[in-house]
Every structure is written in structure tokens, then in C-alpha cells.
């Protein structure tokens, strides 16, 4: 059946130092895949998307990886700060159909 | 920068009652979805909207579900006859185009009592 696994334990680093959060999916051939940031009680905020051809994508601090053959995608966030202590869902198209499918999330936490 | 918008952010009613949840998209998009997510849970597709019909739903979409794109506007879910596992946020989102990014509005939270 179609899984896709964010890491559900938080994720701990300190200021400054680089975040790298996980996606692995299986039973999927997705298009596309999106990352978005979720504040508790807030609706998911889009920061990037990367399509099946492309291997790396860059904004500012973040950067997303996009590895069709081990099926992942890669999250990265360099100098991190405390204001990017938030939870990161990884959501992929679904080929064909025009929804999109959540992975659960991974909450990061960052310390000053 | 253009955002989506949701009304109202929250909305209490009691169990059997009907409720609309209503969502602004971005002017110029085309697509309309709407998503909940149940506290502590992921996010889940409801329902996308194109060309004035259903393009597709889920299978948490059933007959006490329906959209409407009343006016230029506006895009609404409304909810027949609510029941106390319909309590969740309801996400609108849109898109420009068919695979393009989903916006997403800052939600309804429903709580039915």
C-alpha cells in the first residue's frame, strides 16, 4: 500500500546549526513534491516544490533534495533559528489525480 | 502577496446541524481543494473543484459533503447534518494550474458538540 514516513520524533538542534529532515515514500511515482511549514493552529504554509526531473531545489536557507530511485526527498534548513522551530510536512501529488497526499510531519525545535 | 482566506476561523454547532464553511482563493487560480486535518493527525484531501464541478473526492466525502463556487469568489463546503468526528480544522486551498503549488487559507476550526 501507499506510505509516506516523516520521522515522528522531534527533531532538536541548536542555532546556527543545519536541519536536515527526512521523506521517504513507497508505492508511489509522484510528479511532484511539496514542503510546507505548520505552526500549531495555523494552515500549512508552501515553501518549496520540486518535480520528479529536478534533483536539488534552493530558497534562502532551504533546500530540497529529490531522490526518485530511493524514492526521498531530502529538507534541509542551514543557520537555523529559533523562529524556524515549527513542524514540516512533506506532501506529494498523487499522478493522475489532483490531490495531494500529507506525510505526518516532523516538528523541529530549535535552541538558541 | 496574494493569500487565501477563510471564514469563519471557528465555529461551534451542535451535532445534526448544518454548517458552510466558506474559503476566498487567490483571484487569478483555477483549481479549489479543500482539506481537514483531525487534532494530532496529517492533513487529508477532501475534494478539488475545477471548471465548476468536482474533479475528485475522497472517500471522507460522502453525501453529507458538498462544494459550491457560489459567485466569482467564493468557495464554499458545507456540511449537511454535522457529526462529532466531522471536528477538525478545514483547510481551503487553491492552485494556478492542474500541477502547480496548493496555497493553503489559515483554516475553520469546527468543533461539533
Known amino acids: 500500500s501507499q506510505k509516506i514516513e516523516q520521522n515522528s520524533e522531534a527533531l532538536n538542534i541548536q542555532e546556527g546549526k543545519t536541519a536536515t529532515l527526512t521523506c521517504n515514500y513507497t508505492n508511489y511515482s509522484p510528479a511532484y513534491l511539496q514542503w510546507y511549514r505548520q505552526d500549531p493552529g495555523r494552515g500549512p504554509v508552501f515553501l518549496l516544490l520540486?518535480?520528479?526531473?529536478?534533483k536539488e531545489k534552493r530558497k534562502e536557507r532551504l533546500k530540497v533534495t529529490f531522490d526518485t530511485t530511493l524514492k526521498q526527498s531530502l529538507f534541509h534548513i542551514t543557520a537555523s533559528q529559533p523562529a524556524d522551530s515549527a513542524t514540516y510536512l512533506c506532501?506529494?501529488?498523487?499522478?493522475?489525480?489532483?490531490?495531494?497526499?500529507f506525510g505526518t510531519g516532523t516538528r523541529l525545535l530549535v535552541s538558541p | 502577496e496574494p493569500e487565501v482566506t477563510q471564514t469563519p476561523s471557528h465555529q461551534v454547532t451542535q451535532m445534526g446541524q448544518e454548517v458552510i464553511l466558506r474559503c476566498v482563493p487567490i483571484?487569478?487560480?483555477?483549481?479549489f481543494y479543500w482539506y481537514r486535518q483531525i487534532l494530532g493527525q496529517k492533513v487529508e484531501f477532501l475534494v478539488s473543484?475545477?471548471?465548476?464541478?468536482?474533479?475528485?473526492k475522497s472517500e471522507i466525502f460522502d453525501d453529507q459533503f458538498s462544494v459550491e463556487r457560489p459567485d466569482g469568489s467564493n468557495f464554499t463546503l458545507k456540511i449537511r447534518s454535522t457529526k462529532l468526528e466531522d471536528s477538525a480544522m478545514y483547510f481551503c486551498a487553491s492552485s494556478e494550474g492542474r500541477e502547480e503549488t496548493q496555497y493553503f487559507g489559515p483554516g475553520t476550526r469546527l468543533l461539533v458538540l
Open positions: 506532501a506529494l501529488d498523487s499522478r493522475g489525480f489532483q490531490k495531494l497526499v
Open positions: 483571484s487569478n487560480h483555477l483549481y
Open positions: 520540486i518535480r520528479e526531473n529536478e
Open positions: 473543484f475545477y471548471n465548476n464541478e468536482i474533479s475528485e
